[in-house]
């Protein structure tokens, strides 16, 4: 039985922060130098980034777990009708099992009861993996986009989004 839990205290947000390194450590080892690695996180999944996305931003995050424990997490934020799925990872070794499918359907089923009229998110244009998911989950390429994210780092992706 796969559960989503919506991350409200501070203890999980460090559990996250701690979670999302070495997530992000293994998925992106091939696609970004472990120097813009190290600095994304710390600009977008340290505990205070996380905090203050909660806090500010008006983002969501959620555990998802089996009954092994935690095995990834997504991170959510409604906005103009629309809801930008920010983040979606699964550990490594919980890959292929269908997690990230009942992910996304919990996601779109939230989408669907606040009467939203899309989802919508970013992906790197090299995460080849990650492109052919969301496109089997029936998300199209809308535009792209190369954001510059200080440090001398880019992100330099495609926008997504899917209709509901």
Not at 5 to 24: M, N, V
Not at 92 to 101: D, I, M, N, P
Not at 127 to 133: D, K, L
Request: hydrophobic share 40%; charged share 25%; aromatic share 12%.
């Amino acid at each position: 039985m796969i559960k989503f839990a919506k991350i409200t205290h501070i203890c999980d947000i460090q559990k996250l922060s701690t979670l999302a390194s070495a997530i992000w450590h293994e998925a992106f080892a091939d696609i970004l130098t472990p120097e813009q690695i190290d600095y994304m996180i710390e600009k977008f999944q340290s505990f205070e980034a996380i905090k203050t996305a909660i806090d500010k931003n008006n983002y969501e995050y959620f555990f998802i777990s089996d009954e092994t424990g935690i095995t990834g997490y997504t991170g959510i934020q409604e906005a103009d009708g629309k809801l930008f799925l920010s983040k979606i990872y699964i550990a490594k070794e919980k890959r292929g099992q269908k997690l990230a499918s009942k992910a996304f359907d919990f996601i779109e089923t939230l989408a669907r009861k606040r009467n939203l009229k899309s989802i919508w998110l970013t992906v790197n244009r090299n995460n080849t993996h990650a492109i052919e998911v969301y496109k089997a989950k029936g998300f199209s390429i809308i535009r792209t986009q190369v954001t510059d994210i200080g440090n001398g780092f880019i992100m330099d992706d495609y926008v997504f989004e899917k209709q509901l």
